[in-house]
C-alpha cells in the first residue's frame, strides 16, 4: 500500500535520505528504528508531502504522490509531543477534523465515542488538555489522528515523552487498536526494545541509508550485517575466521557449513549461553540484576562474554565459572 523507489533528500546541502526503497503493506506495523539524527523524522515527513524528495517516487496504494502536498494526501502524523487546541474540549479537538471535512453531527459523535472507548478516555471527554497527564493527552492526540479514518497512520516517536510503565502499556494499546482496525502504521523510535515488541517489520536507518530491514526475529537473530547486530544489541560478537567449513575463534571451533572463507563474526546470544559454579574457563567481571534474570559479564580466555542467567545462585565478582557455549553458532560475514 506504500512503497519508497531510491528516495534521496537533501537538507541544507547535506544528504538526509539517500536513495531508500522499502515497501510497506497493508496492516503492517512498520517501524524506522535508528540513532538521533538518522533521518527518520525526514523520512516521516516525505512520506506525509511535508518534504518533497529531490529524487525517487512515493506511491500510495500504487498512486505515484511524490508531487502531491500534504493537503492532498491527508496522512495523519502524530508526534512525540500531543498537539492539541488548548481551548477546545478532549470531544471538540477529536471532532474538530471531521467538522471541516463536513461529517454530519451524528456521525461525528458515534466516531468520537468509539475512538474514546478503544482508548479508555471516555470519562476524559469533557475535559480541556491542560488539564490532563501527558499519557491522557497522547491518547486524545492518537485518537483525534485516527478519527478521519485514515487506513494509514505516522507516528514519531509518540511516547517517548512518557515514563517507562505507561510507554509500555500505550505502546500495547496501539498495537491491539492497530491490529483491529487493520491499520497500516509507520512508526519511528530510536528504541530497540520498543521496536522489537511492536513492529511486523524493522527497516533499521543509518545515515540516511537502509542498514537493513526484516521482521524482529530476522534482525534480531539473524542480522546479515554486524552494523545490525551491534545497533540490536542482539549478542556477543567474536570475531574469527573460517576455513574449509569451519569457523575458528578465540572461544574455539564451530561449523560452518556453507560460509565462504575469510574473516566472520560469530554471534553468542545471551541466553544461548550456560554458566554453572566451578573452577575452570571463564572468571566473572560483572553482575547487573535485571530482576526475572541477571547480565553476567565472564571473561573466557580474555573474551567478555554477556550472559542472560536465570539461575538466582550465589554469584560474587571476581568468582571463577564453568561456561557451556552451543555447539553452534550464528555467522555473520559482511
Ligand atoms: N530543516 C532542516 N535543515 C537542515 N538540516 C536539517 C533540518 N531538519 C533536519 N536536519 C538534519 O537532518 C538530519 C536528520 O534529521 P531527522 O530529524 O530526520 O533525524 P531523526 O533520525 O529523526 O533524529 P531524532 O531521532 O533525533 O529526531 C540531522 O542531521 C538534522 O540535523
Not at 487506513?151 to 515523552?161: G, I, K
Not at 512508526?187 to 541509508?209: C, N, P, R
Amino acid at each position: 500500500m506504500l512503497e519508497l523507489v531510491n528516495v534521496s533528500k537533501k537538507l541544507n546541502r547535506q544528504p538526509v535520505i539517500q536513495s531508500v526503497s522499502f515497501r510497506t503493506p497493508k496492516g503492517c506495523f512498520h517501524t524506522i528504528l535508528g540513532d538521533s539524527g538518522t533521518g527518520k523524522t525526514t523520512l516521516l515527513k516525505l512520506i506525509a508531502g511535508l518534504e518533497k524528495p529531490e529524487e525517487g517516487r512515493i506511491l500510495l496504494e500504487g498512486r505515484d504522490v511524490t508531487a502531491v502536498p500534504a493537503e492532498g494526501r491527508r496522512i495523519p502524523m502524530i508526534f512525540q509531543q500531543p498537539l492539541l487546541f488548548p481551548h477546545l474540549t478532549v470531544y471538540q479537538n477529536i471532532a474538530f477534523g471531521l467538522e471541516t471535512v463536513g461529517w454530519d453531527r451524528g456521525k461525528i459523535g458515534e466516531q468520537v465515542k468509539a475512538l474514546l472507548a478503544v482508548l479508555q478516555i471516555s470519562e476524559l471527554e469533557c475535559r480541556m488538555p491542560g488539564t490532563l497527564s501527558g499519557g491522557q493527552q497522547q491518547r486524545v492526540s492518537i485518537a483525534r489522528a485516527l478519527a478521519p479514518g485514515s487506513s494509514l497512520v505516522l507516528m514519531d516517536e509518540p511516547f517517548s515523552s512518557l515514563d517507562p510503565s505507561l510507554r509500555r502499556e500505550l505502546g500495547q494499546q496501539v498495537k491491539t487498536l492497530q491490529r483491529q482496525m487493520n491499520l497500516t502504521v509507520i512508526f519511528v523510535t530510536h528504541d530497540v526494545t520498543e521496536a522489537l515488541q511492536l513492529s511486523d517489520e524493522i527497516l533499521l536507518l543509518k545515515e540516511g541509508k537502509v542498514l537493513e530491514s526484516g521482521t524482529p526475529k530476522e534482525l534480531y537473530e539473524r542480522p546479515k550485517k554486524r552494523a545490525t547486530a551491534r545497533f540490536m544489541e542482539a549478542g556477543n560478537l567474536v570475531e574469527g575466521s573460517v576455513a574449509q567449513e569451519v569457523f575458528h575463534c578465540a572461544l574455539g571451533r564451530f561449523p560452518a557449513e556453507g560460509i565462504p572463507e575469510g574473516p566472520a563474526t560469530g554471534l553468542i546470544p545471551e541466553r544461548g549461553i550456560v554458566m554453572t559454579p566451578g573452577d575452570a574457563g571463564g572468571r566473572v567481571t560483572d553482575i547487573r540484576y535485571m530482576g526475572k534474570s541477571r547480565r553476567v559479564k565472564v571473561l573466557v580466555d580474555d573474551i567478555p562474554l554477556w550472559i542472560d542467567d536465570n539461575f538466582h545462585g550465589d554469584l560474587s565478582v571476581g568468582q571463577t565459572v564453568e561456561i557451556e557455549l552451543p555447539r553452534r553458532i550464528y555467522l555473520i560475514v559482511s
